[in-house]
């Protein structure tokens, strides 16, 4: 068991600041991203759960435009191009499946 506040912060991206938790089969990121964050088009062999807690996230998912606000939720199958922009500051989940070994 850990706190969350114990696991170190990564920074993948300008803005995107992540503590990330990995099983063996899924990985679960809370994301912290500051306003104007620009996360590019790309895809990957994850499943992808989007939850967002906080603030307003813009996300193109295969081709259509989403403005993500509190509580709302999208699941984006494997190899689907997406991408996003904080409109905001924003305070994310993300889970993945399976677990994402890049972000270890």
Known sequence: ??????????????????RMVHG?????????????????????VHEQITYIMEGQLEMIIGGEKYL??????HVIPSNVPHSAVAITDCKIIDSFSPARDDYR
């Not at 068991?1 to 992540?18: A, C, R, S």
């Not at 990985?27 to 990957?44: A, D, M, N, R, Y």
């Not at 993500?68 to 939720?73: A, I, L, Q, S």
């Open 1 to 18: 068991m850990q706190n969350l506040n114990d696991i170190p912060v990564k920074n993948t991206l300008p803005g995107f600041y992540g």
């Open 24 to 44: 063996e089969t899924s990985s679960l990121v809370f994301w912290e991203i500051k306003q104007g964050g620009v996360s590019p088009e790309h895809h990957h």
């Open 68 to 73: 993500m606000t509190p509580g709302t939720v």
